[in-house]
């Protein structure tokens, strides 16, 4: 098997407030074509080889993916250089396709996880664009034309934005000549308005706000703290991993297994969730530490003042060798189950290269077990205050 | 050496099966330093009654959470120290435990597995924790508009037979469940005659037949056998049925009976007589027909009703379908979310796409481009070690054997547009309908 992964920095954050949605609508229509590819034509041949194509957009990122056998590499990736570097963004096509993320947006809104997980975004984030929901709105969709998507793409899709990715049992050579040869020549550069910084407020306090869904069956605590990201003006990239990849290891600790602590407790021996999760999301500009539980709502205040107290003990006392050797051989462990495919690497390599460096994937086990139990205690107390918090709750309506 | 036969197949697959009749499938792959390991027993949902619906699933929530020597935190602490995973789970077909490791791990995962299966001792109180987490589970799962419809066409489709309902069960028939149900399940059909270990990863043949040999040899065949399974006769009553809920998209759903998986030995109870049963001798024709017919329809972004319905008309996001392979009559299902006002046009435009399956045959470039599709998705799903091992496992549990893989790709090829019309005509014909949106949008398709 061979994977190609294209990642280009042109997500969601390059957009202007008023172009909210545009990144992800463009990838929708970077797979309508060019002059020489009709609409539908990239699908087919891919997929004729025998091979799967698809696209995924993000805040820091929009990706192209193909995975076929590796003897089909060589016709395949021409086909999607042709997309990339050539899109047309047809008038009639732009209209349709609209429709289409449209019934995205419906199909979102019927889901509360999600539901929630904006809202509580939108708590964190007050003015940076990562507070903005990725697919944008009705309203901003429909006030944007074909012609600023094509300035959109013409000013984002560029070669300094652009990493091709290519794994799977192709001679290097043979990769790196075919890469240059298709990914050329690039679309006339264009400009469009920037997103303009604005200095985002920090948490000071706990910010709360409750949504009540009448379709929700049960109800959510959703918690959120705002944590490194890559780019930092005071530190090096090596400082920010290892405060990220620290928060990893306390997401592991506090809600992986039976075994951690939030699990054991919540779940296992007090039944007072039906289920908590968490997670530390890594993005460039500032990263996501969150907690997420599934519970009856008579059990919300309590749920989270334990929560509370728990990550307050996180900072008091140092966890134990055990149970830290025990995070860092799951993280470790998990690294090596996600990269046994060309997929799972090309996808690995694609995220680093966009969001830091692609040579920093391979590093992870190693800075994973690096990590001290007083680097745990310092990162509790820094990042994961019990008093500063954004909260999402959802109550059946 | 209790072995009774060692054999090779394609993709170096080995098959050896013990005297008490565990089969053993190994595939020896060292590009990772990982083992997977499926252990299927041949039980699964379709064994429940109606009044015991979810009984098969609860099963596999207490079973590793606790053993006669071992408690639930006990257990997970020997998984989770080593960071490798253990759980069980069970389908419609089979129950499976799985795990994954490290080599280094696998010896000591390998027996805890064991443990596991053979001597559960479902303690009174996570039997109740699991108990009440599966109850909320149910209530969950009806937040998904298109479980909701899901679960209806399937009551629709199979009234009173197990595949009626969703594995966890309702809420009415998991409150009733007893740790002796359990029991009675597990003694009846956790015995080595029915259990296929199958690993895939840097660890060879003889090193795994000697770890299972160690940690199952002892275990001897029950002396009674299981009892015959008794499920009821299958109508084909085509209806159309909906639910009013305020949701932002209308969920339309489309399902056909559909032939199960065949097999040489045909169980009694799946012959019928009556004018509406449905059929119960299919051909392997048939079955990869209609593989390919869904993968026409449904798979990739270049199937027929993602650009038909997607991309040339914006009706939908998500349109796709699926033919399950099961043991006993299966579900051919298409279905997409739509804005409620295109009820009507997707109703009638999913149903046109269908119909239009038994109207036309296929051009030798579509049957041509369905077959490299299905094929192409089928070697994909082949990549992890966990993969492997699931499917070879899986044939083996389901009475295919391990020589599947090649037929099923050679039978891909073989078919024909004539053929897969002809199908198309047998059982695409007239489909249950099952519809979830707002009341206006949804209800006036049912009076």
Request: hydrophobic share 40%.
């Given at each position: 098997m061979a994977a190609v992964d294209v990642w280009v920095r042109a997500g969601a954050v390059t957009e202007p407030d008023e172009w909210m949605g545009m990144a992800h609508f463009l990838e929708h229509m970077i797979f309508k074509g060019t002059d020489r590819l009709p609409?539908?034509?990239?699908?087919?041949?891919?997929?004729?080889?025998?091979?799967?194509?698809?696209?995924?957009?993000?805040?820091?990122?929009?990706?192209?993916?193909?995975?076929?056998?590796?003897?089909?590499?060589?016709a395949t990736l021409p086909y999607l250089a042709e997309l990339l570097l050539n899109a047309k963004i047809p008038d009639e096509e732009f209209e349709r396709e609209r429709e289409v993320v449209l019934e995205e947006i419906l199909q979102s809104y019927d889901n509360p996880d999600w539901i929630g997980f904006q809202a509580l975004s939108e708590l964190v984030?007050?003015?940076?664009?990562?507070?903005?929901?990725?697919?944008?709105?009705?309203?901003?969709?429909?006030?944007?034309?074909?012609?600023?998507?094509?300035?959109?793409?013409?000013?984002?899709?560029?070669?300094?934005?652009?990493?091709?990715?290519?794994?799977?049992?192709?001679?290097?050579?043979?990769?790196?000549?075919?890469?240059?040869?298709?990914?050329?020549?690039?679309?006339?550069?264009?400009?469009?308005?920037?997103?303009?910084?604005?200095?985002e407020p920090p948490i000071t306090t706990v910010r709360r706000q409750e949504l009540h869904l009448p379709r929700a069956e049960q109800a959510r605590l959703m918690l959120a703290w705002i944590g490194p990201g890559v780019d930092s003006p005071l530190h090096n990239l090596d400082a920010q991993l290892q405060d990220a990849y620290g928060l990893d290891v306390l997401s592991v600790l506090l809600t992986e297994g039976r075994t951690s602590r939030l699990v054991r407790e919540l779940r296992e021996e007090r039944n007072l969730v039906q289920g908590i999760s968490s997670g530390f999301s890594l993005q460039r500009e500032s990263g996501l530490f969150t907690i997420t539980a599934w519970l009856e709502p008579e059990n919300l205040e309590r749920v989270e003042a334990i929560i509370c107290d728990r990550l307050s003990e996180l900072s008091a006392l140092p966890?134990?060798?055990?149970?830290?050797?025990?995070?860092?051989?799951?993280?470790?462990?998990?690294?090596?189950?996600?990269?046994?495919?060309?997929?799972?690497?090309?996808?690995?390599?694609?995220?680093?290269?966009?969001?830091?460096?692609?040579?920093?994937?391979?590093?992870y086990p190693q800075r994973i077990r690096a990590i001290q139990p007083e680097d745990l205690q310092r990162l509790a107390s820094y990042y994961l205050s019990p008093y500063h918090y954004a909260a999402t709750i959802i109550r059946p309506a | 050496m209790n072995l009774i036969s060692v054999d090779s197949?394609?993709?170096?697959?080995?098959?050896?099966?013990?005297?008490?009749?565990?089969?053993?499938?190994?595939?020896?792959?060292?590009?990772?330093?990982?083992?997977?390991?499926?252990?299927?027993?041949?039980?699964?949902?379709?064994?429940?009654?109606?009044?015991?619906?979810?009984?098969s699933h609860l099963l596999s929530a207490v079973m590793t959470k606790g053993t006669d020597r071992l408690s639930s935190l006990e257990i997970a602490e020997a998984v989770e120290s080593v960071g490798a995973s253990l759980g069980s789970d069970s389908t419609t077909d089979y129950f499976l435990?799985?795990?994954?490791?490290?080599?280094?791990?696998?010896?000591?995962?390998?027996?805890?597995?064991?443990?596991?299966?053979?001597?559960?001792?479902?303690?009174?109180?996570?039997?109740e924790l699991e108990q009440r987490l599966t109850l909320q589970a149910i209530r969950s799962q009806q937040e998904q508009p298109f479980t909701v419809a899901f679960d209806q066409l399937r009551q629709m489709m199979y009234a009173n037979h197990p595949y009626a309902l969703s594995n966890l069960g309702t809420e009415a028939t998991v409150a009733q469940l007893q740790r002796d149900d359990l029991l009675q399940y597990h003694q009846t059909h956790f015995r080595p005659d029915h259990l296929v270990i199958s690993v895939c990863g840097r660890?060879?043949?003889?090193?795994?037949?000697?770890?299972?040999?160690?940690?199952?040899?002892?275990?001897?065949?029950?002396?009674?056998?299981?009892?015959?399974?008794?499920?009821?006769?299958?109508?084909?009553?085509?209806?159309?049925?909906?639910?009013?809920?305020?949701?932002?998209?209308?969920?339309?759903?489309?399902?056909?009976?559909?032939?199960?998986?065949?097999?040489?030995?045909?169980?009694?109870?799946d012959t019928f007589s009556a004018e509406t049963s449905f059929p119960a001798a299919y051909s392997l024709e048939e079955y990869i027909a209609l593989k390919l017919l869904s993968s026409y329809l449904s798979n990739g972004l270049s199937s027929r009703l993602f650009v038909e319905l997607r991309e040339k008309r914006g009706l939908a996001y998500e349109v796709s379908g699926f033919y399950p392979t099961r043991l006993h009559p299966a579900q051919f299902v298409v279905y997409m979310g739509t804005a409620p006002e295109n009820t009507e046009t997707a109703l009638t435009s999913l149903q046109a796409e269908v119909d239009r399956l038994r109207h036309h045959p296929l051009e030798p470039q579509e049957i041509q481009t369905a077959k490299n599709k299905l094929l192409g998705q089928y070697a994909l799903g082949k990549q992890t070690n966990a993969q492997i091992a699931q499917i070879f496992g899986w044939y083996e549990t389901i009475g295919l054997g391990i020589?599947?893989?090649?037929?099923?790709?050679?039978?891909?090829?073989?078919?024909?547009?004539?053929?897969?019309?002809?199908?198309?005509?047998?059982?695409?014909?007239?489909?249950?309908?099952?519809?979830?949106?707002?009341?206006?949008?949804?209800?006036?398709?049912?009076?």
């Open positions: 609409p539908g034509a990239f699908d087919w041949a891919i997929e004729n080889y025998g091979g799967m194509t698809n696209a995924a957009t993000s805040y820091d990122y929009a990706h192209f993916f193909i995975t076929t056998a590796s003897q089909h590499f060589e984030y007050q003015r940076h664009p990562y507070g903005r929901p990725i697919l944008g709105t009705e309203d901003s969709l429909m006030g944007r034309s074909p012609a600023e998507m094509r300035q959109f793409h013409r000013t984002h899709y560029q070669p300094e934005t652009m990493t091709v990715v290519v794994v799977g049992d192709i001679p290097y050579n043979q990769a790196v000549d075919l890469v240059s040869r298709t990914f050329t020549p690039f679309a006339t550069r264009s400009s469009c308005p920037v997103y303009m910084a604005d200095a966890v134990s060798p055990a149970e830290l050797a025990r995070c860092q051989r799951l993280l470790c462990n998990d690294h090596a189950f996600s990269t046994e495919t060309p997929s799972q690497l090309a996808g690995l390599y694609g995220y680093y290269s966009v969001i830091a460096d692609p040579t920093v994937a391979a590093t | 197949y394609s993709h170096h697959i080995h098959r050896m099966v013990l005297d008490n009749g565990i089969v053993v499938l190994v595939k020896h792959n060292p590009a990772a330093d990982i083992i997977a390991a499926r252990l299927f027993i041949r039980a699964g949902s379709q064994w429940e009654t109606t009044a015991q619906a979810g009984l435990v799985s795990l994954k490791t490290v080599s280094a791990d696998f010896a000591t995962m390998l027996k805890l597995a064991g443990e596991l299966l053979r001597s559960p001792s479902i303690p009174e109180h996570e039997l660890i060879q043949p003889a090193e795994v037949l000697s770890l299972v040999q160690e940690v199952f040899g002892d275990w001897a065949v029950p002396s009674q056998p299981v009892p015959p399974l008794n499920l009821p006769a299958l109508e084909r009553f085509p209806t159309r049925r909906a639910i009013a809920q305020a949701t932002q998209q209308t969920i339309v759903m489309l399902g056909y009976l559909a032939p199960a998986i065949p097999r040489p030995e045909l169980q009694a109870s020589e599947f893989d090649q037929q099923f790709q050679a039978a891909v090829s073989e078919i024909s547009a004539e053929v897969a019309q002809a199908v198309a005509q047998r059982y695409l014909v007239q489909p249950y309908v099952s519809l979830v949106g707002p009341a206006d949008w949804v209800l006036p398709f049912v009076q």
